[in-house]
């Protein structure tokens, strides 16, 4: 079964440091998202990216964040200067239509730890 | 924005049990996933079901798009099914943009 694949799975930085979350999202879905969970908390949106540009964003996708859709294959998400709070795990997903189909598929995540 | 809200927070189980799990949100909505949050971490996709029922093994889910609620049954329970259930909507004028409930905390102990 097709599958969103994240990497790397854990990842620890150092506070200020540059971070990129790498996904390969599902091959014939267009639309992909980000989504990062605090320990302990709900599931939050923060993009939506489709066409190569972004779609929708969170309050919490500020000037830190960015997307890049690198290849036809590869989805990331970079984190400029990581702060404290940003540790989290973070969840890439993928669908094939915006609304309808089969739904959103995630990735299993990678959890970031700044420190 | 619109609310999405799980009930029970927390359930615990004995092995064999059926318990049924509840979202209620507070808007029209163009889809509605169900998703089980296992030990690791991992999201796993159980059910798109914006509207009917759909059944997977021992678990079923319904949604009642007029009445604005969902309900996961899990039937048998076993050990694996442990975690935390969340459900998530997806506005109809939003890009794709999934807004998750709480969690239902599952234990079910052997």
């Known amino acids: 079964e097709p599958e969103v694949t994240q990497t790397p799975s854990h990842q620890v930085t150092q506070m200020g440091q540059e971070v990129i979350l790498r996904c390969v999202p599902i091959s014939n879905h267009l639309y992909f998202y980000w989504y990062r969970q605090i320990l302990g908390q709900k599931v939050e949106f923060l993009v939506s990216f489709y066409n190569n540009e972004i779609s929708e964003k969170s309050e919490i996708f500020d000037d830190q964040f960015s997307v890049e859709r690198p290849d036809g294959s590869n989805f990331t998400l970079k984190i400029r200067s990581t702060k404290l709070e940003d540790s989290a795990m973070y969840f890439c997903?993928?669908?094939?239509?915006?609304?309808?189909?089969?739904?959103?598929?995630f990735g299993q995540g990678t959890r970031l730890t700044v420190v | 924005g619109i609310q999405v809200e799980q009930s029970p927070p927390d359930l615990i189980l004995q092995e064999g049990a059926n318990s049924t799990l509840r979202c209620n949100f507070s808007?029209?909505?163009?889809?509605l996933q169900w998703f089980h949050q296992n030990p690791w971490g991992q999201l796993i996709n159980l059910f798109y079901i914006p509207s009917g029922t759909k059944q997977n093994g021992r678990l079923s889910a319904t949604t009642v798009a007029t009445e604005r609620y969902s309900l996961l049954y899990i039937s048998s329970s076993q050990t694996t099914d442990s975690g935390v259930y969340f459900c998530a909507v997806e506005l109809t004028d939003s890009w794709g943009k999934l807004q998750f409930g709480a969690g239902t905390q599952v234990v079910v102990t052997p």
């Open positions: 997903a993928s669908s094939e239509v915006r609304a309808g189909g089969v739904g959103a598929f």
């Open positions: 808007d029209s909505v163009n889809n």
